[in-house]
C-alpha cells in the first residue's frame, strides 16, 4: 500500500473485553513501532520491532498488553481484560533503518 | 522514558508572524526529527537534522541543531492559518537502531 493503514480506525469495547489493533507497514520498511496518545498528551512509546532482532517491548505499560509481527510485515497490538485507562489513539508508525518514520492514522479506542 | 521536550507548551501567533519551537534532549544521538500532527491523528514527517549538521532548510521551515547544548529549534516563517498542529520532536532512544521517542509537543494556533 501507499502508506502505514491501521485498524479499525475507532473500536469501542466494554471493559474487560480484548482486543487486537491491526497494524500494515509500509513495504519494506523494517521498523515499525506502536505509540499511545491520550487526548491533549505526547506519544507514549509501547514497543517496537527491527528487522529479525527481538521487538523492544519496555514501554508495554503492563502484561496485558502484547504485540506481534508476523513475517516482517503487518503488527496486531492485543489488549486483554481492557480497562478505561488503556482508551486513547493507538498509532503505528514504520520506517527504514533510522530514517523518518511515517504513521497510519491511528485506531481510537474507546473502552466502556 | 522522555528524551525530548518541547517549549513552549502553547504558542498563539498572528499570521505572517514566525514561530520559534525549542526541543532539549538527554542523550547522544545520531539524527532529531520533526513532525506535525493535525487533529490528533496520525502525525507528518517534517524534517530530519543529523548529528553533523547544524542547520537545515525545507520550505519556510528552518530547523538547527545544537549538540553541545543537547537543543533543537524548529522556526516557522510567515505562519499561515494552515499552520496550526501540534508539533513533535522525537529522538532516538539510545544511539543505534532504537525506538523514536516523542516529546509532548507544542501547540501552534496561528490566527488569521
Known amino acids: 500500500g501507499a502508506g502505514v493503514s491501521q485498524s479499525p480506525s475507532n473500536k469501542v469495547t466494554e471493559k474487560g473485553k480484548d482486543v487486537e489493533l491491526r497494524c500494515d507497514p509500509i513495504s519494506g520498511h523494517t521498523a515499525l513501532y506502536w505509540y499511545r496518545q491520550s487526548l491533549g498528551q505526547g506519544l507514549e512509546f509501547l514497543i517496537y520491532?527491527?528487522?529479525?532482532?527481538?521487538?523492544?517491548k519496555s514501554g508495554l505499560p503492563s502484561d496485558r498488553f502484547s504485540a506481534e509481527r508476523t513475517g516482517g510485515s503487518v503488527s496486531t497490538l492485543t489488549i486483554q481484560r481492557t480497562q478505561q485507562e488503556d482508551s486513547a489513539v493507538y498509532l503505528c508508525?514504520?520506517?527504514?533503518?533510522?530514517?523518518?518514520?511515517?504513521f497510519g492514522q491511528g485506531t481510537r479506542l474507546t473502552v466502556v | 522514558s522522555q528524551q525530548g521536550e518541547e517549549d513552549p507548551q502553547a504558542l498563539s501567533i498572528q499570521e505572517g508572524e514566525n514561530a520559534t519551537m525549542n526541543c532539549s534532549y538527554k542523550?547522544?544521538?545520531?539524527?532529531l526529527q520533526w513532525y506535525r500532527q493535525n487533529s490528533g491523528r496520525g502525525l507528518v514527517h517534517l524534517i530530519l537534522?543529523?548529528?553533523?549538521?547544524r542547520e537545515k532548510h525545507s520550505g519556510r521551515l528552518r530547523v538547527t541543531l545544537d549538540t553541545s547544548k543537547k537543543s533543537s529549534s524548529l522556526l516557522i516563517t510567515a505562519s499561515r492559518a494552515a499552520d496550526t498542529a501540534s508539533y513533535f520532536c522525537a529522538t532516538p532512544r539510545n544511539s543505534g537502531n532504537t525506538p523514536l521517542v516523542f516529546g509532548k509537543g507544542t501547540r501552534l494556533s496561528v490566527i488569521a
Open positions: 520491532f527491527q528487522g529479525n532482532s527481538a521487538p523492544d
Open positions: 508508525a514504520s520506517s527504514r533503518e533510522n530514517t523518518e518514520a511515517f
Open positions: 542523550t547522544s544521538i545520531n539524527n
Open positions: 537534522i543529523r548529528s553533523n549538521e
